[in-house]
């Protein structure tokens, strides 16, 4: 964490080269995010203008896919605040994101650089960067790398999602809305330190399962994310 740039070096190219390549086993399914997306704006009444800046800039995952399918037909006060209320919840999980990166980003000066990278911050460089730095790595543009491909593949299929959404229906059809949490699973199994480590994973996941089951709409998200945090936080060493 204290180390000095001399030892541990700062974005490089060849860190963000290699975040990239981390990511590139993965474009097939953020393609199929972006196409979804896509396919639900234009369904919902979204010009193609729209559908392109909204991933561009909120840039937020399966949120963005969830909130747009959700839209209201008339924008009142009440429903922008529902909405804005919904986006909240789900995005809330970025706030235990960002902090567990700040062990990493915590003592780099290059700020702009730092809240940049955070902008870009999704859940799949999220967990590469983690396992990069649990092995060892310590240069941010590794993350930095892995959150432009993200972006890109994230907002380049948006265009053709929206011309083919006419064609392609519900793409729940297609079991699209499986495969965030097959990446997921995929990943947690190459972070696996033990079963005392993995309570953590454990009881967010039933209270996730368990708040779905009786409350229903998005509060598990952040149930889930809660139970698990103060859990892990009390087997960390």
């Not at 559908?51 to 937020?60: E, G, K, N, P, R």
């Not at 986006?87 to 994101?97: P, Q």
């Not at 409350?215 to 103060?230: K, T």
């Amino acid at each position: 964490m204290d180390a000095t740039p001399q030892q541990h070096p700062r974005w490089t190219l060849d860190a963000f080269r290699d975040g990239a390549i981390a990511t590139l086993p993965l474009l097939p399914g953020l393609c199929a995010f972006g196409i979804a997306f896509g396919t639900v704006a234009a369904r919902k009444g979204f010009s193609l203008l729209d559908a392109c800046l909204m991933s561009a800039t909120v840039f937020s995952g399966v949120a963005q896919i969830i909130v747009v399918d959700a839209w209201p037909n008339q924008l009142t006060a009440a429903t922008i605040f529902a909405t804005a209320v919904v986006t909240a919840l789900i995005c809330s999980r970025f706030i235990l994101i960002g902090a567990s990166m700040r062990p990493w980003f915590g003592g780099i000066p290059e700020r702009g650089r730092v809240y940049f990278t955070l902008y870009l911050l999704v859940e799949p460089p999220w967990l590469l960067g983690t396992r990069y730095y649990n092995n060892g790595g310590r240069d941010p543009a590794f993350v930095l790398g892995s959150c432009v491909v993200c972006w890109l593949s994230w907002v380049i299929p948006t265009a053709p999602g929206y011309w083919l959404g006419a064609s392609i229906g519900d793409p729940h059809r297609f079991g699209i809305d499986l495969i965030m949490p097959a990446f997921f699973v995929i990943m947690l199994v190459s972070m696996w330190q033990g079963p005392r480590r993995a309570a953590g994973w454990i009881v967010g996941s039933v209270v996730a399962v368990v708040t779905a089951q009786l409350f229903g709409g998005f509060w598990y998200v952040l149930a889930g994310a809660l139970a698990g945090s103060v859990v892990g936080g009390f087997v960390d060493d």
